[in-house]
């Protein structure tokens, strides 16, 4: 398999949250990745102190050009996640538009993060840059549901509520859009996590279809950082394998998340010790000790074709 | 295995040297690996273009401070390659110490990059460093011949002159990666054993990267066997330079040579070999 991705993402010294997350499980997929650190940092900002230092929009350009005056500036793919700067982000804009210029076929994969449970924990005026710019450029979309509710100024307060929202991500841009989590009710009960997916696709006979899907992961009663970025690459990757099966992809990438998160809150839980909660360091995920799941994960969880 | 590596290398957008050379392959088995990046550049100086930015002394103290705040600052191991600023690998050693001190067992291997071929592509004033600082605090040290004669001093024209006093500066493990000895058997030998590979005609970048994890990994699972450590080591690098070399060559076309860009090492394609090489040389001990 002969496929490359240009990953923009953070970079943190100790720990897995964007290109870290990122980067180890689709290379052991067996794709090529080229990582933009858009950040250097010593660790997550969950922890109590993290330290280090920013790429600027400027310096994102000029890395860009490095790649570009050797005439490697091809990609299969583009993966993009947590971004704080405007200027950043539109360079980044500027940078898959030239990519698709050059390779017309290339999937842009972005996250749009912007926050979660009803507050933004980047600045305000990343949203326009997003609606008006990025979504437009984006392939496949990962929104959680306080971003797509961002993204499209509508609320969601019923699964038909998501799927219209849905629908009209589609119309900014995206043939792909997966609802990473929602405050929706599970039927099987609160202790899952709905999260919903939709993809157009054009049938061979050159008609259009929509793909729509609900797939339910069990809660964990623990905060982990990381398994955004952990979700998009692997929906990245097994969406590559299966471009038009999202309930196909959707059952791998969850699966993985499962059997990582499973691994970790174990771990994570011995090291606290018995009736302590784990802290930021021992929630990190166990990522190379998951080697085997992102290699070949067993299914654990069935999407309902909706 | 809960073994965690502190590397400090650079990055490269695309391509395998520094710390993407080591990373990926140390992963696969089963290392946690934290990394700081000297540099972040678009890709190795090989290439006829290249652009980005370096981390200075002070920044690399910044995000070692924000390890240390949290109180993560234990390691089993320290990994170091290729660095040009002197006050930056001074950082590296305050760094290497204050580990040590924190966990005496720490192992801390040093590829002390230097050049090659009888010529420096580092400033010269990196030597007095590595051979008056860096060295002393090194458990397994990697240099190349030219690199073993800056730090003693001494030109090496039998096997025991340089090893000898290398271990006296400080490392219990060294290994010369490459020399231009000749001898009954090849090219190429390391303190009581001697290890040969097969010559490629082309020039790799990223192999010694690639070559001093591997030896951290290797040497970690059998720490008394230096032999096996390296005939693993070796194996590794063979697997990749010939997999890279194919594919290059088909990339290139007939009779013509690769480039940079087509001889970036296969690695990905590479992690059966990574974990799990075969074997394909022997070291024969002296």
Not at 181 to 209: C, E, I, N, W, Y
Request: net charge negative; aromatic share 6%.
């Amino acid at each position: 398999m002969e496929c490359r991705v240009l990953s923009i993402q953070s970079h943190v010294v100790r720990g897995y949250v964007g290109n870290k997350s990122a980067t180890f499980p689709l290379q052991v997929l067996g794709f090529e990745v080229d990582s933009i650190n858009s950040v250097q940092f010593s660790n997550h900002t969950g922890y109590t102190h993290w330290k280090g230092q920013v790429l600027t929009a400027e310096e994102l350009n000029v890395l860009y050009e490095g790649i570009k005056l050797n005439n490697v500036n091809h990609y299969d793919y583009i993966l993009t996640g947590y971004t704080r700067d405007t200027s950043f982000l539109e360079t980044v804009v500027d940078i898959v538009q030239e990519l698709k210029r050059l390779n017309p076929k290339l999937v842009y994969v972005c996250d749009p993060v912007m926050g979660d449970q009803g507050s933004m924990y980047v600045p305000e005026n990343i949203l326009p840059v997003y609606r008006d710019q990025v979504v437009a450029v984006a392939d496949i979309l990962t929104p959680n549901q306080f971003e797509a509710e961002l993204l499209t100024g509508r609320t969601i307060s019923t699964e038909k509520d998501a799927l219209d929202v849905m629908e009209l991500l589609h119309q900014m841009g995206p043939d792909t859009v997966v609802l990473t989590s929602t405050d929706l009710t599970s039927p099987h009960g609160d202790q899952f996590l709905v999260a919903l997916g939709s993809q157009k696709m054009v049938r061979t006979d050159g008609s259009k279809s929509t793909q729509k899907i609900r797939i339910e992961m069990p809660k964990v009663d623990a905060v982990f950082v990381g398994t955004g970025d952990l979700f998009t690459a692997m929906l990245l990757a097994w969406s590559h394998h299966h471009p038009n099966d999202l309930k196909a992809a959707c059952e791998k990438t969850v699966s993985v998340l499962h059997h990582v998160i499973k691994r970790t809150i174990t771990y994570a839980n011995e090291m606290a010790g018995p009736g302590k909660r784990p802290n930021p360091a021992q929630l990190e995920l166990r990522m190379v000790q998951s080697k085997k799941d992102i290699e070949d994960p067993d299914i654990v969880v069935e999407a309902t074709i909706l």
